[in-house]
């Protein structure tokens, strides 16, 4: 199935069972952090829209141990940098209308949690179609290691996705039911 066929059936599906209430169980990615020895560094996590895991209750556990929490901002040219974030911080609309920091402090996260449309067992995942993590996880490797964690519902799963060279292949695919690892 092609990747705009795999993203129109996914986001559809995510739509009508979003209401489900499935949650990314805490304790599963503290596991992983702590199984990885990163006990403290910078989260960059995302604003969730249309139907996408909700990873601001994440964040703010995570904030409450002690992990600095980044959001990203969108760029030109589908370019994506991250700033400091608290729920406490005035934050702007951007052009999609995901609500983005004010750029404040510029920093490079040790973890990303990465929004997912769809994904596959080989770790590789779909997202809009924009390729703003597959660049933004592409430039952070040349920079500094990075545990690049997808959040997804388990009924995004697919079984193997179409991938270009540009894709990127995330760390583990975090899910309500499981790790990928």
């Known amino acids: 199935m092609s990747k705009t066929k795999t993203r129109k059936k996914i986001l559809n599906l995510r739509k009508k069972k979003y209401h489900n209430n499935y949650k990314i169980n805490f304790s599963n990615l503290i596991k992983i952090l702590?199984?990885?020895?990163?006990?403290?560094?910078?989260?960059?996590?995302?604003?969730?829209?249309n139907y996408e895991i909700d990873d601001l209750s994440i964040l703010e556990k995570l904030k409450s141990k002690k992990y600095e929490i980044s959001l990203p901002v969108i760029k030109k040219n589908n370019q994506l940098d991250f700033y400091i974030w608290s729920s406490q911080l005035p934050m702007k609309i951007n052009r999609y209308g995901i609500p983005e920091p004010l750029k404040s402090r510029l920093v490079y996260p040790d973890v990303l949690l990465v929004p997912t449309v769809a994904f596959d067992n080989r770790k590789f995942r779909l997202g809009y179609g924009g390729g703003y993590y597959d660049r933004?996880?592409?430039?952070?490797?040349?920079?500094?290691?990075?545990?690049?964690?997808?959040?997804?519902?388990?009924?995004?799963?697919?079984?193997?996705?179409?991938?270009?060279?540009?894709?990127?292949?995330?760390?583990?695919?975090?899910?309500?039911?499981?790790?990928y690892k």
């Open 34 to 49: 702590n199984n990885k020895k990163i006990n403290k560094g910078i989260i960059g996590g995302y604003f969730p829209v």
């Open 136 to 179: 933004y996880i592409a430039k952070i490797k040349k920079i500094k290691n990075i545990l690049s964690i997808g959040l997804a519902f388990e009924f995004q799963k697919v079984e193997k996705l179409k991938v270009d060279k540009f894709d990127e292949k995330l760390n583990i695919i975090l899910t309500n039911k499981k790790a």
